[in-house]
Nanobody, 121 residues
């Protein structure tokens, strides 16, 4: 019954921006930390960012720190990933995921279907 649906992906030129959204249903969204991951062609899935239930704690992969911002709107059951200064190496399918805890355990039990982000040179 838990469903996570990503949106906002697309094609963007290097240096551009995109904002991804992940809307959740079937759970008490505000009770859980949420994360973003990505998987590039031929590569393993990697952690991008996560956020605690109340927006107060965030973490970022070194590769995106300073460029990406994770946020959430619990009233909308939505977590966002604002991606600025995009690079071709950011090209990947981006997934949102539900953490098992409110503050973040890095253990995830539900995943979205993903949204494609392609950054051209």
């Amino acid at each position: 019954q838990v469903q996570l649906v990503e949106s906002g992906g697309g094609l963007v030129q290097a240096g551009g921006s995109l904002r991804l959204s992940c809307t959740a249903s079937g759970l008490i969204f505000s009770a859980y930390s949420m994360g973003w991951f990505r998987q590039a062609p031929g590569k393993e899935r990697e952690f991008v960012a996560d956020i605690s239930w109340n927006n107060l704690n965030t973490n970022y992969a070194d590769s995106v720190k300073g460029r990406f911002t994770i946020s959430r709107d619990n009233a909308k059951n939505t977590v966002y990933l604002q991606m600025n200064s995009l690079r071709p190496e950011d090209t990947a399918v981006y997934y949102c995921a539900k953490d098992r805890t409110a503050w973040g355990s890095r253990r995830y039990d539900y995943w979205g279907q993903g949204t494609q982000v392609t950054v051209s040179s």
